[in-house]
């Protein structure tokens, strides 16, 4: 079963930094695409950033381009997201996402139970 | 940026009744390179349909997707209890990848 499990939201002041972290298992995770989806309170769902399976390529949706910073580590079956110069819009429920391979980037095939992170001072 | 608009925002129907969700882009969506989501309260967002009309695994048959180019539906032929939720399409056909707004359908 595919088990993706999100950790390290919290409350951060504005300007400061978050490192997200998301634990796979259940599947090969060196093989697929993964990505970070967020969702403000109430509010819709918002890519953010994708990694491919070998870190080859990497994409960041324009409105955290140059704060955040997507990594993976394929031998420790983990996904992660540095959040720097946070804002206050930047508060949302972050979820984790598998795509269906690792090349291509696609819909979004599993999902993790999502941690908040709020931004305040 | 391919933007994806959802109609309607809410759609108030009874258990057993037909749901018809639409969702229409700004330009076309090549391949039919479309999804859609289903998001209960407090729960994340669980996958229906990709490729315009392909059931995921596990998903019942009463959940179908249709369309292409710049318009797409997903239909629920009759309504479950457990239905009733927010609905979210997302293309995947040019980057970046977007999503509609969402509908909701409650009970009536």
């Known amino acids: 079963e595919v088990q993706l499990v999100e950790s390290g939201g919290g409350l951060v002041k504005p300007g400061g930094s978050l490192r997200l972290s998301c634990a796979a298992s259940g599947f090969t995770f060196s093989s697929y695409s993964m990505n970070w989806v967020r969702q403000a309170p109430g509010k819709g769902l918002e890519w953010v950033s994708s990694i491919s399976s070998s870190s080859s390529y990497i994409y960041y949706a324009d409105s955290v381009k140059g704060r955040f910073t997507i990594s993976r580590d394929n031998a420790k079956n983990s996904l992660y997201l540095q959040m720097n110069s946070l804002r206050a819009e930047d508060t949302a429920v972050y979820y984790c996402a598998r795509d269906p391979n690792g090349w291509r980037l696609t819909y979004f095939q599993h999902w993790g139970q999502g941690t908040l992170v709020t931004v305040s001072s | 940026e391919i933007v994806l608009t959802q109609s309607p925002a809410t759609l108030s129907l009874s258990p057993g009744e037909r749901a018809t969700l639409s969702c229409g882009a700004s330009?076309?969506?090549?391949?039919?390179?479309l999804a859609w989501y289903q998001q209960k309260p407090g729960l994340a967002p669980r996958l229906l349909i990709y490729d315009a009309s392909s059931r995921a695994t596990g998903i019942p048959d009463r959940f179908s997707g249709s369309g292409s180019g710049t318009d797409f539906t997903l239909t629920i032929s009759r309504l479950e209890p457990e239905d009733f939720a927010v609905y979210y399409c997302?293309?995947?056909?040019?980057?970046?990848?977007?999503f509609g707004q969402g509908t909701k359908v409650e009970i009536k």
């Open positions: 330009q076309s969506v090549s391949s039919s390179y």
């Open positions: 997302q293309q995947y056909g040019s980057s970046p990848r977007t």
